[in-house]
């Protein structure tokens, strides 16, 4: 089981070229993070893998069906995809509305519908909100307003759009328990991401995007050794791993490890 | 003169019944650029919707004290001129940005056409910034179609192109990538440069540590710790605390633990690297 990206190329209608053949095998379970510049098409990706955008050329596979015949409403039962802005996502008035709409939709029954959503609002952090209007909620945790709303469809796939944005020592805590959470439930979750501390922190394969390619595929310590790459697609380094590299100590990840080498 | 002073502030919002503003007094200096860091809800941009008097005119609520800009205070101020003193950049830019005007470059004179500028001057002006803010190629776009980072770059630009003497600024770079921050960051000190006051708030205080003069820490609407930056920074009690503190800081702390002591918990990858190497030497020796 697998999303699989097979030579994908995306044009906007107004021509503009998102995507250039994309290749990509993400399966089940699996953890990754897609990093690079604004503007290289790490967005347009992801919007691929749950349809919301069909390719222009080649096939995006998700679990053996090709997202060009179908609707992003199928498709979006097995891909959920937290959009990067909270507010393009969030309709209801209060929190709770929110939370449980997708299990209202889908017609659960109501013990099913609670369950969902205490699950996902204790998850998210966000039980204290629960009857308040999202609008009156600060951005960040907003945020988790939206990742709970598509928590509750567990689908075996979890888009992440720049969850990290904007999120203080305490939200980012909350992402790598959610994070752990689902690699336990045999999820997969691909990230969005500008924190390259986070990355590092939580992350086992990298994918790099820039101009609208994906130019590495890799681990963490793979990824941030290429200079080439990291000049390419304007990401820096973990402050850790640059000191540990000025230090002529290679690309050390870990605090403890660089500590026990000086 | 004081470009802004909060004093004795004690704020809640409408229908809330804790205080956002919790005993706030605080005196910025003109031409000084300042950090307020601290988690999430803990008022940092209450403090910049008050500097602005969107508290009290927009929000309502409850507002004991008094915020003075330029020694006058904020409710004596008509609106249109205070926006002249103060430019205020929104944490979130889909918040910002008009929506009513079709091009960046239409969205960015906002401002200065409700000045009544004159026309040419407007159209310099908008050059200037886009070409500053490395937007310039982005004019002739609708604001409504770009991408988060645009959006946030056309939003700052707008602001700048007001030329006020103070600058509010709410989470600048939530949604830019490391360089496009970089260079968010390297604008705002060149405001300094100009004299400018600046009063950013930023999570991303790797950055703060290498480019803020001082620094305000609030949590749960108290200011717990102001100063230098390195005084503030380099203080381990704000990681119990839950407040971000630069990696170098914890891993001046883990070296301390280890018995490898650094002499002082490094606040910046310069200083850090400084440290080790000093260590380094001193065993040799």
């Keep these: 089981m697998s999303i699989e990206l097979q030579h994908v190329h995306f044009r906007y209608p107004d021509g503009t070229l998102a995507n250039e053949d994309l290749n990509l095998v993400i399966h089940e379970g699996e953890r990754i993070a897609i990093v690079g510049q604004n503007g290289a098409g790490k967005t347009t990706a992801v919007k691929l893998m749950n349809g919301l955008h069909k390719p222009t050329e080649g096939e995006v596979i998700i679990n053996g069906i090709n997202t060009r015949n179908k609707s992003t409403a199928q498709i979006s039962g097995m891909v959920g995809y937290v959009f990067q802005n909270p507010d393009d996502q969030i309709f209801k008035n209060t929190v709770r509305d929110e939370v449980e709409f997708w299990s209202r939709y889908n017609k659960l029954d109501e013990k099913e519908i609670q369950s969902r959503a205490e699950w996902a609002a204790k998850l998210c952090d966000i039980e204290k909100y629960l009857d308040i209007n999202p609008y009156e909620i600060p951005y960040s945790t907003k945020k988790f307003v939206s990742i709970a709303a598509v928590l509750t469809a567990r689908n075996p796939y979890l888009i992440l759009d720049e969850p990290t944005a904007g999120q203080d020592v305490a939200g980012v805590e909350c992402l790598s328990k959610l994070l752990h959470y689902m690699e336990q439930d045999g999820k997969s979750v691909i990230t969005i991401t500008h924190d390259m501390e986070f990355v590092a922190d939580n992350f086992k394969r990298v994918v790099v995007m820039a101009h609208g390619h994906i130019i590495a595929d890799g681990t963490p310590a793979e990824i941030f050794a290429e200079e080439s790459i990291l000049s390419e697609a304007k990401i820096k380094k973990p402050q850790i791993c640059e000191l540990s590299t000025r230090l002529g100590l290679g690309n050390i990840m870990k605090i403890e490890t660089l500590v026990n080498k000086l | ?285």
């Excluded at chain 2, 706030?24 to 910049?48: A, H, M, R, W």
């Excluded at chain 2, 507002?63 to 205070?73: A, N, R, S, W, Y």
């Excluded at chain 2, 609106?79 to 091009?103: A, H, M, W």
């Excluded at chain 2, 006020?164 to 405001?191: A, M, N």
Aim: aromatic content about 8%; overall charge negative; some cysteine.
């Design chain 2, 1 to 285: 003169m004081n470009s802004i002073s909060l004093k004795n502030i004690r704020y809640k919002y409408p229908l809330t019944d804790h205080y956002a503003l919790d005993g706030v007094s605080f005196d910025f200096e003109e031409g000084k650029f300042y950090g307020i860091i601290g988690p999430n809800g803990s008022g940092k941009s209450t403090i910049c919707n008050l500097m602005k008097g969107l508290i009290p005119s927009f929000y309502l609520g409850d507002l004991e004290g008094t915020v003075e800009v330029q020694g006058k205070p904020v409710d004596e101020w008509e609106p249109e001129k205070l926006c002249t003193k103060v430019g205020y950049i929104f944490q979130n830019p889909f918040t910002q940005i008009s929506g009513i005007r079709d091009t960046v470059f239409e969205e960015i004179a906002i401002g200065l056409e409700n000045l009544g500028i004159d026309k040419e001057q407007m159209i310099q002006k908008a050059e200037e910034i886009t070409k500053r803010i490395g937007i310039y190629d982005l004019i002739e776009k609708n604001p409504n179609e770009l991408s988060g980072g645009q959006r946030q770059r056309v939003a700052f630009a707008s602001i700048l192109a007001m030329d006020t003497d103070i600058y509010v600024i709410d989470e600048p770079t939530s949604q830019l990538d490391p360089d496009g921050t970089e260079s968010v960051f390297k604008i705002i000190r060149s405001l300094k440069e100009q004299k400018k006051t600046v009063i950013l708030v930023e999570h991303k205080i790797e950055l703060m540590a290498k480019y803020a003069d001082e620094i305000i820490v609030l949590k749960d609407g108290k200011i717990i710790k102001s100063g230098p930056a390195r005084e503030v920074l380099s203080d381990y009690d704000l990681v119990n605390k839950k407040v971000a503190v630069p990696q170098t800081v914890l891993f001046g702390h883990e070296m301390e633990r280890a018995g490898k002591s650094l002499g002082k918990l490094p606040i910046t990858i310069d200083e850090a690297e400084v440290c080790v190497r000093e260590r380094m030497r001193g065993e040799q020796l």
